[in-house]
């Protein structure tokens, strides 16, 4: 192993562990302040800091009484198949030798479930609280532990599925359709693709296949009025407009301005005539309360913590806490509520999170119910069947890695009763 590389990753894990700033935006700077490092190295940076954060847990216990940086940089190669001639390089000193050493024969029995899962304390007891048994538990964070695959969502405006797919074998891209979502592709490895025609000119998007459902849960139809209450970025919105067929009026509602400028270059890539990006202030923004009872159908994809994504944002359970949430779930039922004046008679609410939680997820909707005897719960995969989607996860949409190969989503379906 050489050195070089070993201390850039090192230098790049001691910036990523500050949890100052989301892991990729750390290591994109790390990468811009260090122009040299050449393809390979640059692969290698990445793969060990995300792979130390992935596994962080059960790295600081094999560390312990003292989880250095080197340490856990170390501990990471070590168990991931690298054998002790290896370090030859970078480990000079004794105790670092009989460290590895220790490393390659710590038995995983003496970990908690929470650290067998990879997950913080506070998240692994609501988790379990809400009736997850340990088995579950862990299987769902070693999963969440993974990195994910590339999901793209086929934007059938433009081309079809199939040509799509014959198009990136024609690339030398290994890629196949996604079991669930009748528009989505999955892509053997994490080549880039943004350079590519097909992303360029708008045929592609990169979308998980499980945020793909959540439109299908909104399902709208041509020449209606529908809102994307927190739009962000825009991908579910550029989804929405596309099963429109670019046909009546979509809202793009969001309070990040910059959130809303990233949605305008993908958008434009779309061909999407229907889309209006609309900043408000909050949620009872005078925008919002005009089209009160007016809206055929309203996604409110919640702010929330996050915790479904941890595939692709490992860093995540680090930087959230049972006191964030306890906030969260405030803005939740409040946005929850606030968008639900929109829906007209008959029409359709969708609340959904890329949570785990249960607080974020079912109890959100429970009391959203029990506060507005108006609207009621549509089962889900009621609704998927009508989608022709095979998937039944009951009344509400839960998805996890483990089980479904994509990220942790939820999602309730609810109708506004006549």
Same mark, same amino acid.
């Given at each position: %192993?050489?050195?070089?590389?070993?201390?850039?990753?090192?230098?790049?894990?001691? $910036?990523?562990?500050?949890?100052?700033?989301?892991?990729?935006?750390?290591?994109?700077?790390?990468?811009?302040?260090?122009?040299?490092?050449?393809?390979?190295?640059?692969?290698?940076?990445?793969? $060990?800091?995300?792979?130390?954060?992935?596994?962080?847990?059960?790295?600081?216990?094999?560390? +312990?009484?003292?989880?250095?940086?080197?340490?856990?940089?170390?501990?990471?190669?070590?168990?991931?198949?690298?054998?002790?001639?290896?370090?030859?390089?970078?480990?000079?000193?004794?105790?670092?030798?009989?460290?590895?050493? #220790?490393?390659?024969?710590?038995?995983?029995?003496?970990?908690?479930?929470?650290?067998?899962?990879?997950?913080?304390?506070?998240?692994?007891?609501?988790?379990?609280?809400?009736? =997850?048994?340990?088995?579950?538990?862990?299987?769902?964070?070693?999963?969440?532990?993974?990195?994910?695959?590339?999901?793209?969502?086929?934007?059938?405006? &433009? %081309?079809?599925?199939?040509?799509?797919?014959?198009?990136?074998?024609?690339?030398?891209?290994? +890629?196949?359709?996604?079991?669930?979502?009748?528009?989505?592709?999955?892509?053997?490895?994490?080549?880039?693709?943004?350079?590519?025609?097909?992303?360029?000119?708008?045929?592609?998007?990169?979308?998980?296949?499980?945020?793909?459902?959540? #439109?299908?849960?909104? $399902?709208?139809?041509? *020449?209606? =009025?529908?809102?994307?209450?927190?739009? #962000?970025?825009?991908?579910?919105?550029?989804?929405?407009? =596309?099963?429109?067929?670019?046909?009546?009026?979509?809202?793009?509602?969001?309070?990040?301005? &910059?959130?809303?400028?990233?949605?305008?270059?993908?958008?434009?890539?779309?061909?999407?005539?229907?889309?209006?990006?609309?900043?408000?202030?909050?949620?009872?923004?005078?925008?919002?309360?005009?089209? $009160?009872?007016?809206?055929?159908?309203?996604?409110?994809?919640?702010?929330?913590? *996050?915790?479904?994504?941890?595939?692709?944002?490992?860093?995540?359970?680090?930087?959230?806490?049972?006191?964030?949430?306890?906030?969260?779930?405030? &803005?939740? +039922?409040?946005?929850?509520?606030?968008?639900?004046?929109?829906?007209?008679?008959?029409?359709?609410?969708?609340?959904?999170?890329?949570?785990?939680?249960?607080?974020?997820?079912?109890?959100?909707?429970?009391?959203?119910?029990?506060?507005?005897?108006?609207?009621?719960?549509?089962?889900?995969?009621?609704?998927?069947?009508?989608? &022709?989607?095979?998937?039944?996860?009951?009344?509400?949409?839960?998805?996890?890695?483990?089980?479904?190969?994509?990220?942790?989503?939820?999602?309730?379906?609810?109708?506004?009763?006549?």
């Amino acid at each position: %192993m050489p050195s070089a590389p070993f201390h850039a990753a090192l230098d790049a894990l001691r $910036a990523a562990l500050g949890f100052a700033a989301p892991a990729d935006a750390v290591l994109s700077r790390f990468f811009r302040e260090n122009p040299k490092l050449g393809s390979h190295d640059r692969a290698f940076v990445a793969e $060990a800091v995300f792979g130390v954060l992935r596994q962080k847990f059960t790295l600081d216990r094999i560390c +312990a009484p003292d989880p250095t940086p080197r340490k856990l940089l170390l501990a990471f190669l070590a168990r991931s198949g690298h054998n002790l001639r290896e370090f030859e390089q970078i480990v000079k000193r004794e105790d670092e030798r009989t460290f590895l050493a #220790g490393v390659k024969a710590f038995k995983n029995d003496s970990l908690s479930a929470a650290e067998r899962a990879e997950l913080p304390d506070w998240a692994a007891a609501e988790l379990l609280a809400g009736g =997850m048994d340990e088995t579950a538990l862990v299987e769902l964070g070693r999963a969440l532990a993974q990195p994910a695959p590339l999901d793209l969502r086929v934007n059938t405006l &433009k %081309m079809k599925r199939e040509a799509v797919l014959q198009e990136l074998a024609a690339l030398g891209l290994e +890629a196949a359709a996604t079991p669930l979502s009748p528009f989505g592709i999955r892509i053997h490895g994490r080549p880039s693709i943004s350079r590519h025609t097909l992303f360029t000119e708008g045929a592609i998007e990169v979308q998980d296949e499980g945020s793909q459902l959540l #439109g299908l849960l909104v $399902a709208p139809r041509r *020449g209606e =009025m529908v809102a994307d209450f927190c739009a #962000g970025a825009g991908g579910k919105t550029l989804l929405l407009g =596309m099963l429109m067929a670019s046909t009546g009026r979509l809202y793009a509602f969001d309070v990040s301005e &910059k959130r809303l400028a990233n949605l305008k270059p993908r958008l434009a890539r779309s061909g999407l005539s229907n889309v209006q990006p609309q900043r408000i202030e909050s949620e009872n923004d005078a925008r919002v309360k005009r089209l $009160a009872g007016k809206i055929d159908r309203v996604l409110v994809d919640a702010p929330c913590s *996050g915790l479904g994504t941890l595939r692709r944002n490992p860093d995540l359970k680090f930087r959230q806490s049972a006191a964030a949430v306890d906030e969260l779930n405030a &803005k939740q +039922a409040a946005i929850l509520a606030s968008a639900a004046r929109l829906v007209k008679v008959g029409g359709r609410l969708v609340y959904a999170t890329c949570s785990i939680l249960p607080r974020e997820n079912q109890d959100i909707v429970e009391a959203f119910l029990a506060a507005h005897p108006g609207f009621e719960l549509v089962p889900a995969n009621t609704v998927l069947a009508e989608q &022709k989607v095979e998937l039944d996860t009951g009344d509400y949409l839960r998805l996890d890695p483990q089980r479904h190969g994509c990220d942790g989503f939820f999602a309730a379906v609810l109708t506004r009763k006549a």
